[in-house]
């Protein structure tokens, strides 16, 4: 079993920054893929970014690239989402999910992923 605990979110204009963090907790994370999805009204969840728990590889969505970064801090059970240059479009609610073993696209479906948080609001106002 593994909990997942999101915080960070808020309001903020764009061209602003938050950091969301994803506190992991449970049994052994060893082969496990960490990610944020976003879900914002009447869409579908949609990958963010991800980060294998063991290797620290990653992967972004192509509506994030250079301007999220995702990473880990094993020492603290916790995984981060630093979100910068922020856009109206980025509004949604953040959800951190975790999946154990994934390859292609498995890793960006969210179907596919066996734990979620809570989810974390972000607004980001024009």
């Known amino acids: 079993q593994v909990q997942l605990a999101e915080s960070g979110g808020g309001l903020v204009q764009a061209g602003g920054s938050l950091r969301l963090s994803c506190v992991v907790s449970?049994?052994?994370?060893?082969?496990?893929?960490m990610a944020w999805f976003r879900q914002a009204p009447g869409k579908e969840r949609e990958f963010v970014s991800g980060?294998?728990?063991?290797?620290?590889?990653?992967r972004d969505a192509d509506s994030v690239k250079g301007r999220f970064t995702i990473s880990r801090d094993i020492s603290k059970n916790t995984v981060y989402l630093q979100m910068n240059s922020l856009k109206p479009e980025d509004t949604a609610v953040y959800y951190c999910?975790?999946?154990?073993?994934?390859?292609?696209?498995?890793?960006?479906?969210?179907?596919?992923?066996?734990?979620w948080g809570q989810g974390t609001q972000v607004t980001v106002s024009s």
């Open positions: 999910g975790a999946k154990k073993f994934c390859s292609g696209t498995g890793c960006v479906d969210y179907t596919k992923y066996e734990y």
């Open positions: 449970g049994s052994s994370f060893s082969g496990y893929v």
């Open positions: 980060i294998s728990w063991s290797g620290g590889a990653t």
